[in-house]
Nanobody
């Protein structure tokens, strides 16, 4: 019912910046919040950041606080992740996800690769 498509991944040098985009389509009426997750090779998927649609309340993982910024454009049904001062540890596949107010993240995008070189 909800489709999510990420874009903006790529290869950057440590200390560089990258901006990820997530376009949502379909039945987004019940979407309460959008989030970004990432998964590095051989590791578990981890939470990065989230934002609520109504109030724009943001939440960040400690590892990215001060470096990453999540934002939204309600009119365009889009969510963004501005990543600054990237570190090699940020290398992962980044996924966009959506959830209803009650329940876990349910809808997921296909992911976009972010690679940070030393």
């Amino acid at each position: 019912q909800v489709q999510l498509v990420e874009s903006g991944g790529g290869l950057v040098q440590a200390g560089g910046s990258l901006r990820l985009s997530c376009a949502a389509s379909g039945r987004t009426f019940n979407v309460y919040a959008m989030g970004w997750f990432r998964q590095a090779p051989g590791k578990e998927r981890e939470f990065v950041a989230s934002i609520t649609w109504s109030r724009g309340t943001t939440t960040y993982a400690d590892s990215v606080k001060g470096r990453f910024t999540i934002s939204r454009d309600n009119a365009k049904n889009s969510v963004f992740l501005q990543m600054n001062n990237l570190k090699p540890e940020d290398t992962a596949v980044y996924y966009c996800a959506a959830k209803r107010q009650s329940g876990p993240y349910y809808y997921w995008g296909q992911g976009t690769q972010v690679t940070v070189s030393s």
